[in-house]
C-alpha cells in the first residue's frame, strides 16, 4: 500500500498534534475569558452589598472601546477604562438651606441645625410653596458632588439641578423636606 502525500508519519504523530490543536483551542478560549472578565470589572457585587463614595470626592468612570481591523481581516476589540475623581468641596464651602414643603412646623430649621453642626454655611430655613414627593436636593452648576454627599442628611432624596424658579435663593444646595420625610 502506497502512503498519501499528506499521510502522517506514524499513528503516533496524529495523537500528538490532535492533543497540540486542543491544548491551543484550550489556552486561546482561557485568555479570552480572563480578557472577557476583568473588561467586565470582575463578577456583579452580591445582593445585600453596598457601596458609598467617600465624602473627599466622587468617582466617575468612561469607557472606550477600540476596533482595530488588520489588513489580513482579522479584527481585534480593546476597552480602555479612565477614572475621573472630582474633589468634594469640604462643608464650610458649601452654602446650604432648607426649605420644608410638607408644613411639618419646624422641619426646616431642625435639619438646618444639623448641618450647622456638621459644619455647612447654612442660610435662613423657609417654606416652600408647591410640596414636593420626594424630597430634592437641588444643586447649582458645580456642586453635583456635594449634593450627592447631602444624600446622607435627607436618604431617599432625589438630586437634581436647581430649577431657575429657586436660583435667587443664593445657596449652593437646596435641601427641599417632601412628603414622606420624617424626622
Do not use: C
Amino acid at each position: 500500500m502506497t502512503r498519501g502525500k499528506h499521510a502522517a508519519e506514524s499513528q503516533g504523530s496524529f495523537y500528538r498534534d490532535l492533543t497540540m490543536m486542543i491544548v491551543g483551542i484550550l489556552l486561546v478560549g482561557a485568555a479570552v475569558f480572563l480578557i472577557l472578565y476583568i473588561g467586565a470589572g470582575g463578577p456583579d457585587p452580591v445582593a445585600g452589598d453596598t457601596t458609598s463614595l467617600p465624602s473627599s470626592s466622587s468617582t466617575s468612570t468612561t469607557s472606550t472601546v477600540v476596533t482595530t481591523t488588520t489588513s489580513a481581516g482579522t479584527t481585534s476589540t480593546s476597552t480602555t477604562q479612565a477614572t475621573t475623581t472630582v474633589p468634594v468641596r469640604p462643608p464650610d464651602e458649601v452654602r446650604v438651606v432648607v426649605l420644608n414643603s410638607v408644613g411639618l412646623a419646624g422641619a426646616a430649621g431642625r435639619k438646618t441645625r444639623e448641618l450647622a453642626d456638621a459644619g455647612y454655611q447654612t442660610q435662613q430655613a423657609g417654606d416652600l410653596e408647591s410640596e414636593q414627593d420626594p424630597s430634592r436636593i437641588w444643586y447649582r452648576e458645580g456642586f453635583a458632588a456635594e449634593a450627592n454627599a447631602l444624600l446622607e442628611f435627607l436618604p431617599g432624596a432625589s438630586v437634581e439641578p436647581i430649577p431657575d424658579s429657586e436660583l435667587e435663593q443664593g445657596a449652593d444646595v437646596v435641601l427641599v423636606l417632601g412628603t414622606g420625610y420624617t424626622e
